[in-house]
């Protein structure tokens, strides 16, 4: 049983990265058709179709709360904001050991303040009762929608252009025709590339693959729970913290280590702040909702993982200011040491090897 409860997770982890992929696919594909421009398709669709992962999670975690499972709900928490720390101290830290990456000015003065700004206003918010309610969720969406309107008024005036130019920079290296099964695996990657041109087959592709998104986030959750109360014998919120942040947040790490291979990580770190951002008022603001009267509960380590969130996010702000504004392999180290010694604390804590540290909270 066991064993198949984790075959159940892995299986859940594969279906949320291959169904973001055809729904990214699929939704970008048809607002092309309908004319959108691109750099919107960009900033919106693709930008919220790699963050479908946390959010079908978020979903599914809401809902079984909603239903009475209590520990379902932890999910939420422990997925939002490990995701966050995974984003930036394991995504960026490995990236910044393969290249150094430039952050944006905009991301210096604006999108990274405004993160560290509405990380701790959700510690705040959550700290304020021990737990987020439905109306919570609420407040954080509309504050994620006028973020969100802000910023694509304030990109169409300065870089309308943005995405086809990050487009046109990758392109695909040509190479010899293989044959055999890796041959077969060619001709049908074209023949999809080929389908992607007929409206009726974007619309498919987008229905499916937020089918199998959901479906992952149902296997993720049920099998996270499993593992953590029957196998390990731990809270779930540190397998949702450490498995299911991870595996939620494969979509950004082989997409951010991969353009870090290829030297193209100009907008990456904004890509990674948009993304935390999405995650702590969108995602979480989605399960809070969805969780309906029963709300999620903020407790004692959601707290200590609030506040290594923000220091994750002031980190990587140090880090921008420095050696000409991009991160390089101090930044990179620096991240990763942070991330080993923080997930081993808590895991430690969790286990009973050591104390949990008693952190001041806002509001007793």
Not at 84 to 100: D, E, F, H, T
Not at 246 to 257: A, D, H, K, N, Q
Not at 335 to 341: D, G, K, M, Q
Request: aromatic share 10%; net charge neutral; glycine share 10%.
């Amino acid at each position: 049983m066991a064993i198949l409860w984790i075959l159940a997770v892995i299986v859940g982890f594969v279906f949320l990265v291959k169904g973001a992929d055809l729904f990214v696919d699929g939704a970008a594909g048809i607002a092309a058709k309908l004319k959108v421009s691109s750099f919107i398709i960009g900033l919106t669709i693709v930008a919220l179709g790699t963050s479908a992962p946390e959010a079908a999670v978020s979903i599914i975690g809401g809902i079984k709360a909603l239903r009475g499972n209590t520990e379902a709900a932890s999910v939420i928490m422990g997925n939002v904001l490990g995701s966050n720390m995974i984003n930036i101290l394991l995504i960026l830290g490995i990236s910044a050991l393969v290249a150094r990456i430039p952050v944006e000015k905009s991301s210096r003065h604006f999108e990274l303040p405004f993160l560290i700004v509405v990380s701790l206003a959700f510690i705040i918010l959550g700290d304020l009762g021990n737990s987020f309610e439905w109306y919570d969720g609420l407040i954080l969406i509309v504050l994620y929608v006028l973020f969100m309107t802000y910023t694509i008024v304030m990109a169409k005036r300065t870089q309308p252009a943005l995405l086809e130019a990050d487009v046109t920079a990758v392109q695909a290296e040509e190479r010899a025709p293989r044959t055999g099964f890796f041959g077969w695996l060619d001709r049908v990657g074209a023949k999809y590339e080929e389908l992607k041109d007929k409206v009726w087959f974007l619309i498919v592709i987008t229905v499916v693959g937020l089918g199998i998104v959901v479906l992952g986030a149902q296997l993720v959750v049920d099998g996270a729970t499993y593992i953590a109360q029957e196998l390990l014998r731990i809270p779930t919120s540190i397998v949702a913290l450490t498995v299911v942040a991870f595996g939620t947040s494969l979509p950004e790490l082989v997409t951010s280590v991969s353009a870090a291979r290829k030297g193209d990580m100009g907008i990456a770190t904004g890509n990674i702040i948009g993304s935390n951002i999405a995650n702590l008022l969108f995602i979480a603001g989605l399960g809070f909702v969805c969780s309906g009267p029963v709300g999620v509960p903020f407790d004692v380590s959601s707290l200590a993982d609030g506040y290594m969130s923000i220091i994750a996010a002031i980190a990587l702000l140090v880090f921008s200011f420095v050696k000409g504004n991009k991160l390089g392999k101090a930044a990179g180290i620096t991240f990763l040491v942070l991330l080993v010694a923080y997930y081993t604390y808590r895991i430690c804590a969790a286990v009973g090897v050591c104390p949990m540290i008693e952190i001041p909270a806002f509001f007793d």
